[in-house]
């Protein structure tokens, strides 16, 4: 099953929106449509919103407009601008952007297969993982980053189970439920601010990426960082798997990284319905930033790098 297709005139989205209660399809026949679903966090995950922005350029007749409409419709994601670009990049070689976007959502799945795999050899029998924000299929379009390793890890037998943070305000930790339900995989939902009181149960920590600096720097999902911190201080192994669509040898550091501020109201309200009094107000930042010393290891397509000189040096091959 794949969380974002194409039909030939339509993005075909499986809308996260909905999850896990009901499955619904939205049908997308243009580039401002698909951005829209971006912003609205209809379609989520790095690697899922950069598959979903490729096939977006096939349905797009200004693609050079449409490229910037797409890029600016969630910033902090850089697999976006990568799956943009390449589209981009083949139109001038002679390719027509459908089979540029066919071949990237195919680069995506072998990469996040092979991932996974390396991510799977990182658990050991009986270990209980916590992982945060949803990095499974529907958000990767394939058999996913940091939950793909997990599942691997199920299926080889090693009878490992999962702690899920909820992962406010949106709560994805629904989804990668959703997902571990699917999967058969043995896992309990905590509330963020109960992993400090329960790292001390947990064997490793496995996240997703939306972008890595040049330096190792991480953003993800809000509360990844906090985290890590825990982990480092409680001697927990702290991974990040991602495939290399996910890293920008652009920037130097996290601080270059622009952080996507949501409206308040994803906070002050649950389902529709307000929670705060009026007058009330929040932030909102939808990512933060994992420093490169609070991170184990790295594990990408190319396989697991402790230093970031291997682990960039693995991105080049």
């Known amino acids: 099953m794949k969380a974002v297709e194409f039909t030939g005139d339509a993005v075909k989205l499986l809308d996260q ?6 499955e619904q399809w939205l049908e ?15 379609v989520r995950g790095a690697p899922a919103i950069g598959v979903a922005a490729a096939y ?5 007749d200004k693609p050079e407009q449409d490229a910037e409409l797409l890029k600016s419709s969630r910033p902090t994601a850089v697999d976006l601008s990568h799956a943009v670009d390449y589209v981009l990049d083949m139109l001038q070689k002679g390719k027509s952007a459908a ?14 297969d092979k991932l996974s795999g390396h991510g799977a050899s990182l658990i050991d029998k009986g270990q ?3 992982t945060h924000c949803n990095t499974g299929f529907i958000a990767a379009n394939s058999y996913g980053t940091a939950l793909g390793a997990i599942k691997r890890a199920h299926e080889q037998g090693k009878g490992i189970s999962v702690y899920a943070c909820e992962t406010r305000p949106r709560l994805q930790g629904a989804l990668t439920s959703w997902e571990l339900l699917k999967a058969g995989v043995p896992h309990k ?6 992993a400090g009181s329960l790292m001390s149960e947990i064997d490793l920590v496995m996240v997703g990426a939306d972008r890595i600096a040049s330096n190792g720097d991480t953003a993800n999902k809000i509360g990844t960082y906090a985290l890590s911190v825990l982990a480092k201080e409680h001697k927990v192994p702290f991974y990040v798997l991602a495939p290399i669509f996910s890293f920008d040898a652009g ?8 952080i996507e ?19 009330t107000h929040a932030r909102n930042p939808a990512f933060d930033i994992t420093p490169a010393e609070n991170i184990t290891a790295f594990v990408n397509e190319n396989g697991i790098f402790r230093s970031t000189g291997e682990l960039w040096k693995s991105t080049k091959e």
Request: hydrophobic residues 40%; aromatic residues 2%.
């Open 189 to 194: 939902v905590i509330c963020d601010s109960a």
């Open 56 to 60: 977006a350029m096939a349905v797009s």
């Open 251 to 258: 920037i130097k550091s996290g601080e270059e990284v622009t």
């Open 99 to 112: 089979e540029a976007a066919a071949q990237w959502d195919r680069m995506n799945e072998e990469k996040c």
């Open 28 to 42: 997308l026949k243009s580039p401002a449509e698909v951005a829209s679903a971006i912003k609205e966090m209809k």
């Open 17 to 22: 929106s909905a999850l896990p209660h009901a």
């Open 261 to 279: 501020e949501r409206d308040e109201k994803e906070v002050l309200e649950l389902q529709g319905k307000r929670i705060y009094p009026e007058g």
């Open 128 to 130: 209980i993982v916590l």
